[in-house]
């Protein structure tokens, strides 16, 4: 057992000719002897020795020449089988002529029905060397299995051709580890036929196989696994202790072979119930070909994804913005090594830094600015009003003032779910960045540009720029819910609490979400880009909402584990500012549909700018005095419908008359403003 072991034995090449030969002309025998009717009277006489020695010699040179002995024996395959039937084919077509005139003339040895007696063979000898190969191959797959304790058997769903060639990439790379014990299917007529020596079974067979063959994978093609007909069969294999691997479409695969790296683990975004999602690269394409594109928050994970879509589009320059370090610089490589010949710039700054955000704007001169920049994190921005408001509000604006003054064409905002009937501070922060990007849309071009040049002398009197005001901006917004695998967001989380052996923490055992993958979230942003003429909010179809609990479930399961058995599910409570559901739209609000059945406008009165302009001033005052309840106060003034959930600030929403409370001059702490407002 022990070649079994580390490097597999080798045998000698000539030492397989030669098997090949024998087996070659033992076919030979038999067949002449069928053809005599077991006369052995001709073996006596010496007819058959000149016969058999003639065949021999024309199979060796044949076997030679063609080197069907070259390849490995445990690796044979469809394309060795082919080889083997064209070594015989040729030697039986040269055996008539060696045999006229070698056994004929020169022996004079009597004529053979020679038709017959090569039929006879071509089936014999081809059928024995095909069988010789299989049952070496069966004998080292088997043995090895035996010797090796970590061998994995898998089953292939399918049975057509992308199937056949995921079976000979297993067994070509596995180096043994991996035995494929069959293929599976929903229906159809090859059930309990065989495929390579492989059965082809229905999948009601699964848990008969998983107990009877220890089968540990199945594996299937990315395609099948997002279709909804499948999700039996995966929550079958789940609740079998059956891990689940998915390999690309046959295009997707190098140089048309499949990869063992390009097998991977299903993962959580393809068990998302929702219907892939298409967009018009034509049109995409036509907008930002040759453009000047900007992405603010580049680094993050959804700002690199924008920046890797409108890669792909052509544009004539990229400027990527963020003020982290490490992942922008990550990016830019990643970009200049799949891109080498787009121009990508690559600035660090703060939005919140007026003067260095003017720097990118004055230089490069943007058409597009996709603006991603901002704090996301619900309990952190509940601990840290001020910083919400800088970034998310008082960042917006200075993008979108500089979007003005410097004659962009669209300026894009990404916006969340979480701005509508917001329970919390990032909610709310970003629901007033929304309002002053709608406010732009209706204005004059010259009134921001003016504000904007306001700011900019009181820090720098000799500061001059040249104002693009007869260029009227189109503002955009896109409000989506959370994206699977963003920087934060609960998958990666999971997964790192599983793979510490848990438990895996979830606040509520009925909050639920609406997901979308990174990919499909920004491709719908840059098709709501196109279609925007400005002033519009675009919610995003995310599919059906989605209980945090049964994520947690199905990645435990997709672990191969076994929820609250071998990883425990843990409720700790809702987190400040949370809420048990998310909403695309508020009670107010209702939808316009557009030509894509997975995005629609909101219909949300737009502020006036300068009464919006007016608050956000007030605001951004009110962030230097440090009072988070006279700055969360305000924010509750400027968005009615702002209710604080599970938070210190849902005192605010007390008070019998929030007005009194927003307009008093000061107070240290909240029972001093209810104390006041009673009065």
């Given at each position: 057992?022990?070649?079994?072991?580390?490097?597999?034995?080798?045998?000698?090449?000539?030492?397989?000719?030669?098997?090949?030969?024998?087996?070659?002309?033992?076919?030979?025998?038999?067949?002449?002897?069928?053809?005599?009717?077991?006369?052995?009277?001709?073996?006596?006489?010496?007819?058959?020795?000149?016969?058999?020695?003639?065949?021999?010699?024309?199979?060796?040179?044949?076997?030679?020449?063609?080197?069907?002995?070259?390849?490995?024996?445990?690796?044979?395959?469809?394309?060795?089988?082919?080889?083997?039937?064209?070594?015989?084919?040729?030697?039986?077509?040269?055996?008539?002529?060696?045999?006229?005139?070698?056994?004929?003339?020169?022996?004079?040895?009597?004529?053979?029905?020679?038709?017959?007696?090569?039929?006879?063979?071509?089936?014999?000898?081809?059928?024995?060397?095909?069988?010789?190969?299989?049952?070496?191959?069966?004998?080292?797959?088997?043995?090895?299995?035996?010797?090796?304790?970590?061998?994995?058997?898998?089953?292939?769903?399918?049975?057509?051709?992308?199937?056949?060639?995921?079976?000979?990439?297993?067994?070509?790379?596995?180096?043994?580890?991996?035995?494929?014990?069959?293929?599976?299917?929903?229906?159809?007529?090859?059930?309990?036929?065989?495929?390579?020596?492989?059965?082809?079974?229905?999948?009601?067979?699964?848990?008969?196989?998983?107990?009877?063959?220890?089968?540990?994978?199945?594996?299937?093609?990315?395609?099948?696994?997002?279709?909804?007909?499948?999700?039996?069969?995966?929550?079958?294999?789940?609740?079998?202790?059956?891990?689940?691997?998915?390999?690309?479409?046959?295009?997707?695969?190098?140089?048309?072979?499949?990869?063992?790296?390009?097998?991977?683990?299903?993962?959580?975004?393809?068990?998302?119930?929702?219907?892939?999602?298409?967009?018009?690269?034509?049109?995409?394409?036509?907008?930002?070909?040759?453009?000047?594109?900007?992405?603010?928050?580049?680094?993050?994970?959804?700002?690199?994804?924008?920046?890797?879509?409108?890669?792909s589009y052509n544009p004539e320059m990229v400027i990527l913005c963020d003020?982290?370090?490490?992942?922008?610089?990550?990016?830019?490589?990643?970009?200049?090594?799949?891109?080498?010949?787009?121009?990508?710039?690559?600035?660090?700054?703060?939005?919140?830094?007026?003067?260095?955000?003017?720097?990118?704007?004055?230089?490069?001169?943007?058409?597009?600015?996709?603006?991603?920049?901002?704090?996301?994190?619900?309990?952190?921005?509940?601990?840290?009003?001020?910083?919400?408001?800088?970034?998310?509000?008082?960042?917006?604006?200075?993008?979108?003032?500089?979007?003005?003054?410097?004659?962009?064409?669209?300026?894009?905002?990404?916006?969340?779910?979480?701005?509508?009937?917001?329970?919390?501070?990032?909610?709310?922060?970003?629901?007033?960045?929304?309002?002053?990007?709608?406010?732009?849309?209706?204005?004059?071009?010259?009134?921001?540009?003016?504000?904007?040049?306001?700011?900019?002398?009181?820090?720098?009197?000799?500061?001059?720029?040249?104002?693009?005001?007869?260029?009227?901006?189109?503002?955009?917004?896109?409000?989506?819910?959370?994206?699977?695998?963003?920087?934060?967001?609960?998958?990666?989380?999971?997964?790192?609490q599983i793979q510490q052996g848990g438990p895996i923490t979830v606040t509520?055992?009925?909050?639920?979400?609406?997901?979308?993958?990174?990919?499909?979230?920004?491709?719908?942003?840059?098709?709501?880009?196109?279609?925007?003429?400005?002033?519009?909010?675009?919610?995003?179809?995310?599919?059906?909402?989605?209980?945090?609990?049964?994520?947690?479930?199905?990645?435990?399961?997709?672990?191969?584990?076994?929820?609250?058995?071998?990883?425990?599910?843990?409720?700790?409570?809702?987190?400040?500012?949370?809420?048990?559901?998310?909403?695309?739209?508020?009670?107010?609000?209702?939808?316009?549909?557009?030509?894509?059945?997975?995005?629609?406008?909101?219909?949300?009165?737009?502020?006036?700018?300068?009464?919006?302009?007016?608050?956000?001033?007030?605001?951004?005052?009110?962030?230097?005095?440090?009072?988070?309840?006279?700055?969360?106060?305000?924010?509750?003034?400027?968005?009615?419908?702002?209710?604080?959930?599970?938070?210190?600030?849902?005192?605010?929403?007390?008070?019998?008359?929030?007005?009194?409370?927003?307009?008093?001059?000061?107070?240290?702490?909240?029972?001093?403003?209810?104390?006041?407002?009673?009065?």
């Amino acid at each position: 057992m022990k070649i079994f072991y580390g490097a597999p034995l080798i045998v000698p090449r000539w030492i397989i000719l030669m098997i090949d030969t024998v087996i070659a002309t033992a076919s030979f025998t038999l067949s002449y002897f069928i053809l005599k009717e077991f006369s052995f009277q001709h073996l006596v006489r010496g007819h058959f020795f000149i016969y058999a020695g003639l065949f021999s010699a024309i199979a060796l040179t044949v076997f030679y020449a063609m080197r069907i002995y070259s390849g490995l024996i445990r690796y044979s395959n469809t394309k060795d089988m082919f080889r083997i039937f064209s070594a015989i084919l040729v030697a039986s077509l040269l055996y008539p002529v060696a045999a006229e005139l070698i056994a004929r003339r020169m022996y004079n040895v009597p004529a053979l029905d020679m038709a017959t007696l090569l039929v006879l063979n071509f089936f014999i000898a081809s059928s024995s060397l095909i069988m010789f190969r299989t049952l070496i191959k069966e004998i080292y797959i088997l043995m090895k299995g035996y010797a090796m304790h970590d061998v994995k058997r898998v089953l292939v769903y399918g049975s057509d051709k992308q199937a056949l060639l995921v079976k000979q990439a297993i067994e070509a790379a596995g180096n043994g580890k991996v035995i494929v014990s069959g293929f599976v299917q929903l229906g159809g007529k090859k059930i309990n036929s065989t495929i390579e020596q492989k059965k082809v079974y229905h999948v009601r067979e699964i848990a008969e196989l998983h107990k009877k063959l220890k089968i540990d994978k199945l594996i299937l093609s990315s395609e099948n696994s997002a279709r909804g007909e499948f999700r039996d069969l995966i929550d079958l294999c789940f609740n079998l202790g059956i891990k689940i691997q998915t390999v690309p479409p046959s295009e997707q695969w190098v140089s048309g072979k499949l990869s063992l790296v390009q097998i991977q683990d299903l993962k959580i975004e393809d068990l998302l119930p929702r219907k892939p999602i298409q967009i018009n690269n034509t049109l995409v394409s036509r907008e930002i070909r040759g453009k000047r594109v900007m992405v603010t928050g580049a680094a993050g994970s959804i700002g690199a994804e924008i920046v890797r879509q409108v890669m792909s589009y052509n544009p004539e320059m990229v400027i990527l913005c963020d003020q982290a370090e490490s992942p922008l610089h990550e990016i830019q490589l990643e970009m200049e090594e799949k891109y080498p010949s787009t121009k990508v710039k690559v600035f660090i700054a703060s939005i919140r830094n007026l003067r260095r955000m003017l720097i990118p704007f004055k230089e490069y001169r943007p058409n597009i600015v996709f603006h991603a920049a901002a704090y996301k994190h619900v309990p952190m921005m509940e601990k840290h009003p001020e910083e919400a408001i800088l970034t998310n509000v008082m960042g917006t604006r200075n993008i979108a003032d500089l979007a003005v003054c410097f004659g962009v064409d669209k300026f894009v905002m990404i916006s969340t779910d979480k701005a509508v009937n917001p329970t919390n501070i990032m909610g709310a922060s970003k629901r007033l960045a929304e309002k002053y990007v709608q406010s732009l849309n209706n204005s004059t071009a010259s009134q921001p540009a003016s504000e904007f040049l306001s700011r900019l002398i009181q820090d720098d009197d000799d500061e001059t720029i040249s104002v693009a005001n007869n260029i009227k901006t189109k503002f955009i917004t896109t409000r989506f819910g959370n994206v699977l695998g963003s920087n934060g967001s609960v998958i990666p989380r999971f997964r790192q609490q599983i793979q510490q052996g848990g438990p895996i923490t979830v606040t509520h055992p009925e909050i639920t979400r609406y997901f979308m993958t990174i990919p499909e979230a920004v491709q719908l942003v840059l098709e709501a880009a196109i279609m925007g003429n400005g002033g519009e909010i675009y919610v995003f179809d995310m599919g059906e909402p989605v209980k945090i609990a049964d994520l947690a479930v199905n990645m435990i399961k997709l672990a191969g584990l076994i929820p609250n058995k071998d990883i425990n599910i843990v409720y700790t409570g809702l987190r400040p500012g949370e809420k048990l559901y998310e909403e695309l739209l508020n009670e107010k609000e209702t939808t316009i549909p557009t030509y894509h059945e997975k995005i629609k406008i909101a219909k949300v009165v737009a502020g006036k700018y300068k009464e919006v302009l007016d608050d956000i001033e007030t605001l951004t005052n009110l962030c230097k005095q440090g009072d988070n309840y006279k700055l969360v106060a305000k924010m509750k003034q400027m968005v009615p419908e702002f209710i604080s959930n599970n938070s210190e600030f849902a005192k605010l929403d007390e008070t019998k008359d929030r007005k009194k409370v927003l307009f008093i001059p000061a107070y240290s702490n909240i029972e001093d403003a209810k104390t006041i407002s009673a009065k």
